[in-house]
Structure formats: C-alpha cells, structure tokens
C-alpha cells in the first residue's frame, strides 16, 4: 500500500516514519520513497485509517487532506517530529 504525503524533508522524517508505523500492528514493513514523497507499507488495506491517522499525528498528512489553518499546524508538528528523528 502507498500513501503519498506532506512534509516529508529528511532521514529524520523516514526515522520518525518507521518507529511510528511498525508500532502498528499489522505493519510488516515501511519504505520512505523521498522522491515520490510516499510511504510504501507492507500492511493489509483495511489499516490505511490507521495508518493515515498516525501519520497526520506525526505531522505528515495524506497529500490534500488537511488545508488552511491545519495545514500550519501538521507543518509546524512535522518540524518537531523531524528534529527528534534526526537525534534518535
């Protein structure tokens, strides 16, 4: 499965990604496509809400899923969840 997302700038986005997204179960893998700006996840279908929603608390929505003021604010989370991946 792919879900294609916002915010992605680093290694410490794709750290925070597979700590994050392995968490769930049912999640058998996780590869960050930078170039694509997408989550390739070996996962059934059925965990996609899940896996969108852990991925939007992080700070990397869905592409178009959030606009406006929420935009700002998943932005500003994805700096935070990516300065913490860069130090882990």
Known sequence: MTVEIENLKCDGC??????????????????VDHAQKAVVLEADTKLRPQIVAKLLGMGYPEKGSVAGLDKGIVTAKS?????????S
């Not at 794709?14 to 700590?19: A, R, S």
Request: proline fraction near 0%; glycine fraction near 14%.
């Open 14 to 31: 794709e750290n925070m990604f597979l700590k994050g997204l392995m968490s769930i179960a049912g999640v058998a893998g996780v590869i």
């Open 79 to 87: 700096f935070v969840s990516c300065a913490i991946g860069r130090i």
